[in-house]
């Protein structure tokens, strides 16, 4: 199926990944392969079944434009376009706290680059924690087999400075690893984001 960005421009899909997973706890974890997406998914359900929070990937709005028809009881989508660009990839509630965050991933060793992110999603998170949400991204170091969550306020800060003075392009990891939650996996949930978010609270309330 051919996808498109809402000015026309093609979608190309990344290839997932078949390779074993680098956590050192994949056997225990059951995590071999997975993407730091499916992990949150899973956490989330989890989260769910146990009446902690509602939380859950949001979908795209994609209008369909071609389908084929090979069966009378089948149908294929050969060409879409996404509707209107995506915010955030997750929302829900907490505690009675909205939460809007991003999940990202990067191979870099020293940094996590901001051309991960888009100026409509940092809008959007700057418009709902001016709300009173609570906004933060999941930051996934693959060749480094580490996890972290990154509150917004960090993230502002260097994309604006990244915006107004020309700065750098990237947040380094050295300031990642002081300033953001290392987030350790375990059994259930795989990623136990919200323990993490409870600190983020704390200091923010």
Known sequence: M????PNGQPYRTKQLSLKKSPYPTATLYGNRGMTLEEEINESNQYYLKQGIAVIH?????IQIVNVDYPKRSAA?????????????????????H???????????????????????QIEHMKACQKQGGICFTILRFTSLKEVFLMPASLLFQYWDNQQANNGRKSIPYEIIKKQCA?????LQPKIPYLTYVDKLLEQIL
């Open 76 to 96: 294929v989508i050969k060409e879409a376009y996404f509707k209107q660009p995506s915010t955030t990839d997750y929302n829900g509630v907490y505690k009675g």
């Open 98 to 120: 909205y939460l809007d965050f991003e999940a990202k991933e990067t191979k870099n060793l020293t940094a996590f680059p901001l051309a991960n992110f888009h100026a409509h």
């Open 57 to 61: 990937k949001k979908p795209i709005p």
């Open 2 to 5: 051919v996808m498109h960005y």
């Open 182 to 186: 290392h987030v350790t996996y375990q």
